[in-house]
């Protein structure tokens, strides 16, 4: 638990660090309304979010993925970035080298003016033509249900990572890149149970990195990290700056 004076040496090791990466979860979005996935409300008509989040349940019923993912570009289309959002843009203009890994696509790191950003499992507002392959922008909402590709009249599906899926290699070797060579690493608002993104904070710690979590509870990554910053993310990390 962060006392002021772990908070004051964490606000220390950040102005003073050459290099900080920050890994964020759904946590960091939970106080812009958007949901979590494992809390309570990241439920949608009792499914949960590895039943639909998979190659397999889209080929099978690509309505329901459709309908579930049109819910939550509704839900997401009114929220704005939080303070924890902000804090992290103007820690970004502050560092020397800053990197932004983020598990959420919700997209709310970008409004926000992220630019050093990896969305390692997509954005929500890009679709992908299961035929051709084309990737484009998309804000319909809702998004007519079945999309059709507009060069090839193929199936669109999101741009996102599915469970079962691999990440795109460019993001695995610059996040890989960013955290081997980081002297302070913010874990933000995750639950550290999803591969490989739960595997980073121990590449980092190895790599020498002093780790910090900002979380309202414990996870898996807690015992490793050199502190925990108990609370909501939005109350929190502007503390950082
Ligand atoms: C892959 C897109 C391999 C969907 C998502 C064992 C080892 C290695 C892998 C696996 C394994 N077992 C299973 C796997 C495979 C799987 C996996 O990890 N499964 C889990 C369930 C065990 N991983 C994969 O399939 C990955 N791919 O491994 O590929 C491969 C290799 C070659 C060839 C083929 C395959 C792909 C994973 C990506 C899946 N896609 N999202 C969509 O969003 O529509 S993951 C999904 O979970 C979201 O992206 C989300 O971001 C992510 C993680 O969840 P969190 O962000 O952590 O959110 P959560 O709700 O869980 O936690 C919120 C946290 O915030 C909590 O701790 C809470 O306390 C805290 N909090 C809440 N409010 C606040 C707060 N904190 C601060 N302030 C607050 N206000
Ligand atoms: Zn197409």
Redesign the pocket.
Known sequence: MAGSAELQDLRARLARAQSVVVL?????S??SGVH????AD?LWRNFR??DL?TPEAFARDPRLVWEW?NW?RELIATTRPNP?HHALVEMERRAQRFWLIT???DGLHRDAGSETLSEI??N?WMVRCTGCGQISENRQVPIPILPSCSACQGLLR?H????????AQRDLDQSDAALESCEVMLI???????????SFAPVAKQAGAFVAE????P?PNSDLVDVTIR????D?VPLLL
Not at 36 to 39: A, E, I, P
Not at 160 to 167: A, D, H, K, N, P
């Open positions: 964020t979860g759904a946590g960091i939970a106080d979590t996935f494992r809390g990241g979010a590895e989040a993912y939550r924890a598990q959420n696509v499992h997509g929500i999101p996102i990572v599915w469970f079962g899926e691999s990440l933000i608002g995750t639950s550290g149970v999803v591969y490989p993104a739960a900002v979380n309202l509870d996870t609370g909501r993310a939005s929190t």
